[in-house]
């Protein structure tokens, strides 16, 4: 749904760029009688509502990419750090489990000093 919304701002976006393309060029087309390019006032006003709206669509477009790039790597370090979570219980198990096999074999020290006194 995103994508969709993002690729429709995005055509906007394409459209009032074009729009404020053609009003720059029919703007040069027209040149005064002293030879300087001018706009008209409603030309002004149209470009300036086109560079409002582009540059409005521009930074929400880019906002949103960072929102979700954010929202992506968040999702990530979530996974990973259930994930971390797992294998250090796993390994603190295996260590226990380890210990205890190690401690079962090692004979007492009572042991040890009644067999050295027999």
């Not at 053609?22 to 509502?49: C, F, M, N, W, Y």
């Not at 929202?71 to 603190?92: A, C, F, G, P, S």
């Amino acid at each position: 749904m995103v994508r969709t919304i993002a690729a429709t701002v995005l055509v906007v976006l394409a459209s009032s760029l074009h729009s404020m393309a053609k009003i720059r060029g029919h703007a040069e087309g027209e040149l005064d009688g002293s030879g300087v390019v001018g706009l008209t006032p409603t030309d002004q006003v149209l470009l300036a509502r086109h560079l409002l709206e582009a540059s409005l669509m521009g930074y929400s477009l880019f906002l949103a990419l960072v929102i979700d790039r954010l929202h992506n790597y968040v999702k990530e370090n979530r996974r990973l750090r259930k994930k971390l979570e797992e294998v250090l219980k796993q390994n603190k198990a295996l260590e226990e489990a380890t210990n205890g096999k190690l401690e079962e074999n090692r004979p007492d020290q009572k042991d040890l000093s009644h067999a050295k006194d027999n």
